[in-house]
């Protein structure tokens, strides 16, 4: 063996005895997944949907009679109380032709009395007296159309109300029905939210033990909802309905028309139902082997650990468990195929307190 060939296996018998370098371990990034508390038979459940805040009467201000704009002393944002002037047209037509109906009925006054004189006297026919009559009443009439006009050229807020928006400037030549102002009811709100169509049509009253609504600005506080109303029609995409909720304006924050808001609808269990804690749809997976399991959250390390269960027919109230999950465990309700065993979530939804 030359030199060269011996030197060439040495170097190559060092480098292999030389220690390796591990590879770095990759941090996986934490993944927000909506989680699920199993309940004991009989709890109450926690459904939470996402809502806007709507105001529960808004109106356009509009006159009734053309004009040219002359006043409008409010801005978007402001309040302002009923009966308060908004907006006003240049009154001076308006006020000549009041003016102008006041002498017709004047003068028309005067030709009925002289009428009557001449009818007393036997000098003119009664009808011409009943004649002069009706002109002075076609004459008031005009007057109060006059003056009804005069009162249509000023716009006042009909109840305490928002400014929501401007929809022209002053000195602007404006007809009748133009919208000038947008007003925002803000005494009473409403918050809308989607609700899937198997919940509305599944849940009575009976079963509704409470409806709150959260906001971002306030994420301890909950505020106490009603049901107003639903659309009758599912939206086309997300076959969810809208239904209204109202809620009243709470006085330490101001809660306006376009926030965003999260409804909780908290449903005790249907009458009859089967004393087993139930799982959402979306919460249970199947495996290689045919079996059913669900992603569960260390409640410390929050990492996830499949968990075999064995389940019922699904009904109204969800997926019933008929063994492998104990009271309190933390589930993963939706995005659970991205997961993997070990993988490290973020939490969202029903978290327990202790957890």
Aim: proline share 7%; glycine share 6%.
């Amino acid at each position: 063996m030359s030199l060269r060939v011996a030197t060439l296996a040495v170097t190559a018998l060092l480098a292999g005895c030389e220690a390796r370098t591990e590879p770095a371990t990759v941090q996986q990034s934490v993944r927000p997944a909506k989680v699920f508390v199993v309940r004991a038979p009989g709890q109450v459940t926690n459904h939470e949907f996402v809502a806007r805040v709507e105001a529960a009467q808004s109106i356009d201000l509009s006159f009734e009679v053309d004009g040219v704009l002359a006043q409008l002393p409010v801005r978007e944002g402001q309040t302002v109380g009923r009966g308060q002037l908004v907006a006003a047209l240049d009154p001076t037509d308006f006020q000549l032709a009041v003016r102008e109906a006041e002498l017709e009925v004047r003068l028309a006054s005067q030709d009925l009395d002289r009428k009557r004189r001449l009818l007393a006297q036997n000098g003119i026919a009664a009808s011409l007296v009943e004649d002069a009559q009706s002109m002075l009443e076609l004459q008031q009439v005009r007057l109060e159309q006059r003056r009804e006009s005069l009162a249509k050229s000023r716009l006042v807020a009909p109840f305490d109300a928002q400014v929501a928006r401007r929809w022209l400037d002053n000195h602007v030549q404006i007809s009748a029905a133009d919208p000038v102002l947008r007003l925002n009811d803000l005494h009473e709100l409403q918050v809308v939210a989607g609700i899937p169509e198997q919940l509305l049509v599944t849940v009575n009253t009976e079963r509704v033990a409470g409806i709150e609504a959260a906001f971002p600005f306030a994420p301890e506080r909950r505020f106490p909802l009603s049901y107003r109303e639903n659309r009758g029609e599912a939206d086309a995409v997300a076959q969810t309905y809208e239904v209204s909720f109202s809620m009243q304006r709470p006085p330490d924050f101001n809660v306006l028309p376009g926030m965003t808001a999260a409804v909780r609808i908290g449903l005790r269990p249907p009458a009859g139902a089967p004393a087993l804690p139930r799982l959402p749809a979306a919460a249970l997976l199947s495996g290689p082997d045919k079996r059913f399991y669900v992603w569960v959250v260390d409640p410390e390390s929050r990492a996830v650990h499949r968990q075999p269960v064995e389940v019922g027919a699904p009904d109204a109230a969800g997926i019933p468990v008929l063994s492998g999950l104990e009271e309190g465990v933390m589930v993963v309700a939706a995005g659970a195929r991205q997961l993997q065993e070990g993988m490290r979530v973020r939490p969202i939804g029903a978290v327990p307190e202790d957890a």
